[in-house]
């Protein structure tokens, strides 16, 4: 299947401080990217879809203005988490998919956030 | 609105056979997928079903009844490595993914 790379793995930061997460397709052209946040024990919680190009779609009660998504490519979308608190704390992971909705979704390898 | 219902936790023995279930209540169906999710790593997949019956792909097998808004996903030759949270996705519209809360299943010797 296609590889889909995230950076970093893991972070560790301050509250207050700004996060920033790369996910990347790396041999496909990733149309549509997903990022969603999952809690342990729980399923991902979709938070994000967004098409190269224009503005991510959030789903609701996201805040859009905290979790700020740029997809300025068609292998690149990145997650900026403004001013993160302890709550913010989660594993995060994004999605890549090609153009037709019946294709799979390839997952990066998430990213671990954790906020003191 | 939407719905997805999968059991929390099953268990079951090494060289076995197990079936986990999911039901869903959505609005534009467009598919549905499985998941396997091992601790702390990002969910790989599995299987996809849009039309009724049954696919299998080795162990493997997914079945969708979309009358019944139903879908199984079948295990054979359980191995200790197949633990793991198997999470069940449905897709409405064109973009929307919606995911299940995951089985997870533990695999005994």
């Known amino acids: 299947g296609a590889v889909v790379s995230q950076h970093p793995s893991r972070v560790i930061c301050k509250s207050g401080t700004s996060v920033k997460i790369e996910c990347r397709s790396l041999?496909?052209?990733?149309?549509?990217m997903f990022w969603y946040r999952q809690f342990p024990k729980q399923s991902l919680m979709l938070m994000a879809t967004?098409?190269?190009?224009?503005?991510?779609?959030?789903e609701q009660g996201v805040e859009k203005d905290k979790f700020l998504i740029n997809h300025a490519s068609l292998t690149l979308s990145t997650l900026t988490v403004t001013s993160a608190h302890p709550e913010d704390s989660s594993f995060y992971i994004c999605?890549?998919?090609?153009?037709?909705?019946?294709?799979?979704?390839?997952f990066g390898p998430g990213t671990r956030l954790l906020v003191l | 609105g939407q719905n997805i219902d999968q059991p929390t936790e099953m268990t079951a023995t090494e060289g076995a056979i197990v079936q986990i279930n999911c039901t869903y209540q959505?609005?534009?169906?467009?598919?549905l997928f499985w998941y396997q999710q091992h601790a702390g790593e990002a969910p790989t997949f599995l299987s996809y079903?849009?039309?009724?019956g049954l696919e299998e792909k080795g162990r493997f097998s997914s079945f969708l009844s979309r009358s019944k808004g139903y879908s199984y996903l079948l295990l054979k030759e359980l191995q200790m490595k197949d633990s793991a949270s198997y999470l069940c996705?449905?897709?409405?519209?064109?973009?929307?993914?919606?995911f299940g809360t995951g089985t997870r299943l533990k695999v005994l010797a």
């Open positions: 999605s890549a998919r090609g153009e037709s909705a019946q294709e799979t979704q390839y």
């Open positions: 041999d496909f052209q990733a149309t549509t």
């Open positions: 967004s098409n190269e190009g224009s503005k991510a779609t959030y």
């Open positions: 959505t609005s534009g169906f467009n598919g």
């Open positions: 079903n849009v039309l009724d």
């Open positions: 996705a449905v897709i409405e519209g064109t973009y929307k993914y919606i």
